[in-house]
């Protein structure tokens, strides 16, 4: 098909993630990605490659087209691609389920396969809410977080994301009202705020008698405004939680598997979570597939209930084709030192986004591990910062105020360099 065929078959018939239809921004058409370039079908501002920054919303860890993981995919498909889950198991899946109890933080030892982030959220929110039921305290039904969160899609996640500030205000009414806290002051580094403190634990131990749950995004929150917070506060929510009797969750979709610089956001505080969701890199980018992890306590008070199971069931759940990628990416990341290509390329950024700091219109610049950040004073015009980005040789997907990169752990020194020029003048457009 040729490309402006298939242009215009996109406009009439696809509809694209937070998009409007038709669409209003042609979109670029990738024929094809190896290592950290996407090789598009024609030509954009003089490129017909680009590097990509975003390890396509984060999950492409490895890059793409790595032969073990191609190769893990071929050996899988030989045996079968998929066998129900329900009465039926297979060693791909318990493989994996027992490496993530392994590598996660104690004591996290049930794993529930589920097919996204989103449905990983969907399944914490009812382990949480049917383990009070099956206790006789139906009342602690309520969930609280902070605000500028993401958690999200569907409807008890978007419940949970920020309520003003993020995509799903149209649904004010409409979601379970949530309880939401202050955001968290920002700042890795910084010092925990005695106000902030003071703050969440009145919120906790007012509302506990109707509190399943805190979920957070540890120390990096996403998609709600790529913000970053002490784990001080992390240890802060243990404690409460375990005072006053509500359970922890934890949402690592975003941040799990090294992102951070650390294998869990969680190890920078030094602790676990009653629930633990992850996503995104858990299959180094090649398939759907999530995880939802509890502790012993949850899945014995769960069982203990009316309903002694937890009734949930994704027809793909547990699909042997993603859990072998996954069980191949994960060897793939922790047989190599990781953290020295974290930290390179943590490194780069700080280097490379240091001069953002002095262009007009930028209010922020901050750098985590592999993520980078270039935050404005006003919206960014989306459309003429891509183009920025695609003239410098980089694939950027700017949102709200935020020009922003999460690059492959493979990048090299030169293309984190690149990815910066492509975040400056994008900042410098909008």
Request: net charge negative; glycine share 10%.
């Amino acid at each position: 098909m040729d490309t402006r065929t298939l242009l215009d078959l996109d406009r009439a018939h696809v509809w694209h993630p937070y998009a409007p239809m038709p669409g209003a921004v042609e979109p670029f058409v990738v024929e094809s990605a190896s290592g950290v370039r996407l090789r598009l079908a024609e030509p954009v501002a003089g490129h017909r490659e680009l590097v990509d920054g975003m390890s396509s919303w984060w999950a492409a860890i490895h890059g793409y087209g790595h032969p073990e993981l191609d190769e893990a995919v071929r050996a899988q498909l030989g045996r079968m691609s998929h066998v129900m889950f329900g009465g039926l198991t297979h060693e791909p899946a318990v493989r994996l389920a027992a490496r993530l109890v392994e590598i996660t933080p104690e004591p996290l030892q049930h794993v529930f396969l589920a097919d996204s982030g989103s449905v990983s959220v969907e399944v914490a929110v009812k382990m949480c809410l049917q383990y009070w039921q099956s206790l006789g305290r139906p009342a602690k039904r309520r969930l609280l977080t902070w605000r500028g969160g993401y958690h999200g899609d569907t409807f008890h996640p978007m419940s949970v994301c920020d309520p003003d500030g993020g995509m799903h205000a149209l649904w004010t009414g409409v979601l379970p009202q949530q309880l939401f806290a202050d955001e968290p002051p920002a700042g890795f580094d910084a010092p925990l705020d005695p106000a902030y403190a003071d703050h969440l634990a009145d919120l906790i131990e007012r509302h506990a008698d109707e509190l399943a749950a805190v979920i957070v995004e540890p120390v990096v929150q996403g998609a709600g405004g790529m913000r970053f917070h002490s784990p001080a506060y992390l240890r802060l929510l243990r404690e409460l939680c375990d005072r006053h009797d509500v359970l922890l969750v934890f949402d690592e979709i975003a941040t799990g598997f090294g992102r951070t610089g650390e294998l869990f956001a969680a190890d920078h505080a030094g602790l676990s979570p009653d629930v633990l969701c992850l996503g995104k890199a858990l299959t180094g980018g090649y398939l759907t597939m999530a995880a939802t992890l509890c502790t012993p306590r949850v899945a014995d008070g769960i069982s203990r209930g009316r309903l002694p199971v937890l009734a949930h069931g994704p027809t793909f759940m547990g699909n042997p084709l993603a859990a072998a990628v996954a069980n191949a990416s994960l060897d793939l990341l922790l047989r190599q030192d990781w953290q020295v290509d974290i930290k390179r390329i943590e490194t780069g950024l700080r280097d490379g986004l240091a001069a953002a700091a002095d262009l007009p219109g930028v209010r922020d610049v901050r750098v985590l591990g592999a993520i980078g950040v270039v935050q404005l004073d006003h919206p960014v015009d989306m459309r003429a910062a891509t183009a920025a980005a695609a003239e410098a040789g980089v694939w950027l997907r700017p949102f709200r105020d935020l020009i922003y990169t999460m690059p492959p752990y493979i990048t090299e020194d030169a293309d984190v360099a690149r990815i910066c020029e492509g975040v400056l003048a994008a900042a410098q457009t909008s």
